[in-house]
């Protein structure tokens, strides 16, 4: 079984402030982690994933995660935030299943 | 690509009505997923196909949600009788299984919001 920890279920922070959302997964198999966005009245979309390789994940709108085994974290990080970044993030993971168990989500809102 | 397309995007009914929520995945995708998302409950699967057929559907809540996929561009969420408490929004998702195996990204459909009075 796997579950996924979000933290922070509110994030408030100032337009061009960096930002961290923190990630925190249990897993008893290997993992995959995804980050997913969801924009008011949405659908999520993919910001980034971690399969394998570089533990340093770029993604779109200059989001960047780092996946931590020893810490079991996926934390996720923008430099400077812009006011269009406010919305829903989700953390994900999937094991060997291929199913993905979300996190609770953290409402990131960027104050002008 | 039209990406996933879900219909309708807002259903308004009265409890005890039938509710059918439909699901066109991106073309060339053989999974699809059916996802519920409310405040209290977060987002949860409900039930995933691959290549039309059900893998899972141990996330259904009760015997009055079916679903099926009769083609591979082609699902649908079936609510019989429908009741308050499944007031929510209920999200289609479709991915494209890889030969290695590895877990394929999903891609989120907009979602239909349905109260149920």
Redesign the interface.
């Known amino acids: 079984a796997q579950s996924v920890t979000q933290l922070d279920s509110q994030v408030p922070v100032f337009e061009e402030a960096p930002v961290e959302l923190r990630c925190n997964y249990s897993s008893s198999v290997s993992v995959?982690l995804?980050w997913?966005v969801q924009y008011p009245n949405?659908?999520?979309?993919?910001l980034l994933?971690y399969?394998?390789g570089s533990t340093l994940v770029k993604g779109i709108n200059g989001f960047e995660a780092e996946f931590n085994k020893s810490q079991t974290s996926f934390h996720l990080r923008k430099p400077s935030v812009h006011i269009s970044d406010t919305a829903e993030y989700?953390c994900a993971v999937?094991g060997s299943?291929?199913?993905?168990?979300?996190?609770?989500?953290t409402q990131l809102t960027v104050l002008p | 690509d039209a990406g996933?397309i879900q219909s309708p995007r807002h259903e308004v009914t009265e409890m005890g009505q039938e509710v059918t929520l439909r699901c066109k995945p991106i073309s060339g995708h053989n999974?699809l997923?059916w996802y519920r998302q409310t405040m209290m409950r977060?987002?949860e699967?409900l039930i995933?196909f691959n290549n039309n057929v059900p893998i899972?559907d141990s996330g259904m809540p009760e015997d009055r949600f079916s679903a099926k996929m009769p083609n591979a561009s082609f699902s649908t969420l079936k609510i019989q009788p429908s009741e308050p408490r499944d007031s929510a929004v209920y999200?289609c998702?479709s991915s494209a299984r890889t030969s290695g195996g590895?877990?394929?990204?999903?891609?989120?459909?907009?979602?239909t919001r349905l109260t149920v009075l």
Do not use: E, N
């Not at chain 1, 949405?42 to 993919?46: D, H, T, V």
């Not at chain 1, 299943?97 to 989500?105: E, H, I, P």
């Not at chain 2, 999903?106 to 979602?111: C, I, K, L, N, T």
């Open positions: 995959y995804f997913y949405q659908g999520l979309q993919l994933k399969l394998s989700f999937s299943a291929r199913q993905l168990t979300f996190g609770s989500g | 996933v999974s997923f977060g987002l699967l995933y899972d999200f998702a590895t877990t394929d990204t999903q891609y989120f459909g907009p979602g």
